[in-house]
């Protein structure tokens, strides 16, 4: 059985920072893309960032520049660092998961960037 948990979340204030973990279980999470994903209440979750089992990272025009996202193969782990948070980075926060049509989320962790 295949499970993304995700940590980090929290309230932060504007400017602040967090860093979000992904840990898996029952994959090789090395082996496939991992990505980070949010969501807003009425709106479409979307692409924050994303890195292949190769190392290459692509990031949302948003977050490019405040968000690094990064691996750690011997956790089985993927990690989203967020600096100069906004409060426009306010969402729930999804794991991802996908190789060759397999696709895995998390539950979600909510991040709020309010003073």
């Known amino acids: 059985q295949v499970q993304l948990v995700e940590s980090g979340g929290g309230l932060v204030q504007p400017g602040g920072s967090l860093r979000l973990s992904c840990a898996a279980s029952?994959?090789?999470?090395?082996?496939?893309?991992g990505g980070w994903y949010r969501q807003t209440p009425g709106q479409q979750r979307e692409l924050v960032a994303a890195?292949?089992?190769?190392?290459?990272?692509n990031y949302a025009d948003s977050v490019k520049g405040r968000f690094t996202i990064s691996r750690d193969p011997a956790k089985n782990t993927v990690y989203l660092q967020m600096n100069s948070l906004k409060p426009e980075d306010t969402a729930v926060y999804y794991c991802?998961?996908?190789?060759?049509?397999?696709?895995?989320w998390g539950k979600g962790t909510l991040v709020t960037v309010s003073a």
């Open positions: 029952g994959i090789i999470f090395s082996n496939y893309v």
């Open positions: 991802n998961a996908a190789r060759f049509g397999r696709n895995y």
């Open positions: 890195i292949t089992s190769g190392g290459t990272d």
